[in-house]
């Protein structure tokens, strides 16, 4: 492949003008949008569409950065220009309809893709997962542009691009892959390789003006980072990112089996980076997620049950902060949640905990911000400050 590239550009607010400057500043030196964007393509724009929650929450792209990219897509040629992804929970249409963009996309000609027409894909030359069901739209249009929110993440630590593409996965069929690859959390990031690199986006664009951290990435704190990112490969992009957050790269699962498995660029002495230099815009304690299997990076891969069994962490909901909604329990993939009804109250949501599978399927998706990771006794002691 051509050598990964990696553009970093200041944009402290979503103000458009500003936005449509920043976005064209990070594209230059990778050659403009006409370098990804060929006259006369049908462009799928891929963002982050997690849940029909409030712009100012952090939780989806940011919908001014979505109405830019598709303009300059369309102002680069394309004939055709689609936004679409699989929410967690509900439709491609209800996210964007919370994000204040069904109009706007109309009134410039942008399609939105539904995300409800799965076809099945074969690839014989993946590492360990061949056959996926993706959306059509996918597959049939020319290029996908991925568009990225940086948020921390309970299973994977971070989602960034890889990790975006798993929306490439219709509906409820995410949930499928959950229980089938979901338990094990390289497996399940060797299944999110193999589906990104089934079918790579030729540019990635990742939202950091403002990220989220801590109780990612449904329930997390925005916090301001003033930065945007573009490159050409998505695992490069990842690293980036990383290193910018000093988060160490091993902590991203996607990063640390792509490293293993030697797909995409992880490491960053193979990037030419443009833009402020890494030391001019890294930063140092962004607030990391309870990670559901922190043996994983305590702890060589012999000794990591054992870490996993006295460190491992679960999701618990606080019923004071449970409106009864059922979408966790809709949601959940190993059927691990029922609504409890006390004397008086509305139903709570109760989570079994023989039948979890640590997905935070549910902790992604909950409006309320009602479950956390709940560290276990081993762990919680571990913290203690002496
Ligand atoms: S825990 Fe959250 S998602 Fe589940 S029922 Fe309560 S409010 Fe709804
Ligand atoms: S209870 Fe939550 S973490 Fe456990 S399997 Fe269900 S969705 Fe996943």
Not at 97 to 120: W, Y
Not at 222 to 246: K, M, Q, W, Y
Not at 348 to 369: D, F, K, N, S, T
């Amino acid at each position: 492949m051509e050598r990964a590239a990696i553009s970093v550009q200041r944009c402290p607010t979503y103000e458009p003008e500003l936005l449509r400057s920043a976005l064209a500043g990070a594209l230059a030196p990778l050659g403009g949008m006409p370098a990804f964007v060929s006259r006369g393509d049908r462009v799928l724009i891929k963002p982050n569409l997690l849940a029909a929650r409030a712009v100012d929450k952090h939780v989806c792209t940011h919908p001014e950065l979505v109405l830019a990219v598709a303009e300059a897509a369309l102002d680069a040629g394309a004939a055709r220009v689609y936004v679409g992804d699989s929410p967690g929970f509900g439709t491609s249409l209800g996210v964007l309809r919370k994000l204040g963009l069904p109009g706007q996309l109309a009134e410039r000609g942008i399609e939105i893709a539904a995300f409800d027409d799965p076809v099945e894909i074969v690839r014989p030359d993946s590492v360990r997962f061949r056959r996926f069901e993706i959306e059509r739209a996918v597959l049939e249009v020319d290029k996908v542009v991925n568009l990225v929110k940086i948020k921390t993440h309970a299973q994977m630590f971070m989602t960034m691009s890889v990790k975006n593409t798993f929306g490439y996965i219709v509906g409820t069929r995410k949930a499928a892959w959950h229980l089938e690859a979901g338990r094990e959390v390289d497996f399940f990031a060797t299944m999110l390789l193999d589906l990104h690199y089934l079918r790579p986006p030729v540019l990635h664009l990742a939202d950091g003006i403002v990220m989220m951290e801590g109780n990612g990435p449904g329930s997390g704190t925005p916090r301001a980072l003033g930065l945007l990112f573009a490159g050409n490969e998505g695992s490069a992009l990842d690293t980036a990112i990383c290193a910018v957050l000093n988060v160490p790269p091993h902590f991203v699962p996607t990063l640390r089996m792509a490293g293993e498995l030697g797909l995409g660029v992880t490491d960053l002495g193979k990037v030419s980076w443009y833009g402020p230099a890494l030391e001019d815009v890294a930063i140092e304690g962004i607030d990391h997620p309870i990670l559901s299997h922190p043996g994983k990076f305590l702890a060589p891969r012999p000794l990591q049950r054992l870490t996993r069994r006295l460190l491992e962490v679960r999701p618990l909901v606080d019923p004071k902060a449970c409106v009864g909604c059922r979408i966790c329990m809709e949601a959940c993939p190993a059927k691990a949640i029922t609504m409890v009804q006390k004397k008086d109250r509305p139903a709570v949501a109760r989570i079994h905990p023989p039948l979890c599978i640590h997905c935070y399927c549910c902790q992604e998706l909950c409006p309320e911000g009602a479950i956390a990771p709940k560290r276990g006794l081993v762990r919680s002691l571990l913290r203690r400050p002496s």
